[in-house]
Nanobody, 116 residues
Framework: QVQLVESGGGLVQPGGSLRLSCAAR????????MSWYRQAPGKERELVAS???????DYADSVKGRFTISRDNVKNTVYLQMNSLKPEDTAVYYC??????????WGQGTQVTVSS
């Protein structure tokens, strides 16, 4: 059974940090490009960061220099380290896996709230 399970969300003050994790099961994780998306209330889901099978990374302009995506192909997990968090980073964060043949898997999401 294919699963992507996010964890690590929560409430943090502006300027704080969180580390999100997404554990993968049921598919060949190392063969999948992985991404983090987020969706704030009333807004469309947007791409935050992505990492290829070769560990090349890309980021949305709004998070460059603050967020870092990484992956561990032994633990079948992708991470999103989020520093210098802002209230506008508040959203539900989702991880996504995309295979070379077009298969796509999504996690259930984890809430991140940045507020004082």
């Amino acid at each position: 059974q294919v699963q992507l399970v996010e964890s690590g969300g929560g409430l943090v003050q502006p300027g704080g940090s969180l580390r999100l994790s997404c554990a993968a099961r049921g598919f060949t994780f190392s063969s999948y490009a992985m991404s983090w998306y987020r969706q704030a209330p009333g807004k469309e889901r947007e791409l935050v960061a992505s990492i290829t099978t070769r560990h090349s990374t890309d980021y949305a302009d709004s998070v460059k220099g603050r967020f870092t995506i990484s992956r561990d192909n032994v633990k079948n997990t992708v991470y999103l380290q989020m520093n210098s968090l802002k209230p506008e980073d508040t959203a539900v964060y989702y991880c996504k896996g995309r295979g070379v043949l077009g298969s796509v898997y999504w996690g259930q999401g984890t809430q991140v709230t940045v507020s004082s």
